[in-house]
C-alpha cells in the first residue's frame, strides 16, 4: 500500500506543473491519451506514433487563451523535426488539442474548435517553437 501511495504521489508531483512536463507526461494520462489517439485515428503513422511513443520534446509551458491558462507542449520525430511535429493544448477542462505542423505536412487542427481561439494560439505558438 505505502509503494501505491509513493508511486500516486511521484505521479502527482510529475503533472503537477506544466514547467516540469513534456509532450509524453500528458499522452500516459488516459483521459488525455484517450482523446489524443481518438484524434490521431487514421492518420500518418509518424503522428499515431508520436502520440504512442513520443519523439524529441521540449518542457511544457503554460499560456492564456481567452483568459484561461492553457498548457502547451509540443514533439516531433526524431531527426525530422522542422518537418514532423505535432502541438498538444490541454485546457483547464482537461481537454486536449492536436496541431500537426512542419514543412513535410500541412498545419492541421485535428480537434474540434467552436471558437477558433485554439487553432489561432497553435499558430502563434508553432511559429515561436
Same mark, same amino acid.
Given at each position: ?35 489524443? %489517439?481518438?484524434?490521431?485515428?487514421? @492518420?500518418? =503513422?509518424? #503522428? ?10 521540449? &518542457? $511544457? ?26 502541438? %498538444?493544448?490541454?485546457?483547464?477542462? @482537461?481537454? =486536449?488539442? #492536436? ?10 487542427? &485535428? $480537434? ?18
Amino acid at each position: 500500500m505505502r509503494l501505491f501511495a509513493a508511486a500516486a504521489l511521484a505521479l502527482i508531483a510529475t503533472t503537477a506543473s506544466a514547467e516540469e512536463a513534456r509532450f509524453s507526461t500528458y499522452a500516459k494520462q488516459p483521459a488525455l491519451r484517450a482523446q489524443m %489517439l481518438e484524434q490521431v485515428k487514421g @492518420q500518418e =503513422a509518424w #503522428l499515431v506514433s508520436l502520440v504512442e511513443q513520443g519523439g524529441v520534446e521540449g &518542457l $511544457a509551458r503554460t499560456i492564456t487563451v481567452d483568459g484561461k491558462p492553457y498548457t502547451y507542449a509540443a514533439t516531433c520525430r526524431p531527426h525530422m523535426c522542422s518537418d514532423y511535429a505535432v502541438a %498538444l493544448l490541454v485546457g483547464p477542462e @482537461q481537454q =486536449a488539442y #492536436l496541431y500537426t505542423f512542419g514543412d513535410e505536412v500541412k498545419d492541421t487542427l &485535428l $480537434a474540434k474548435d467552436d471558437t477558433g481561439s485554439i487553432l489561432g494560439t497553435f499558430l502563434v505558438q508553432t511559429k515561436q517553437h
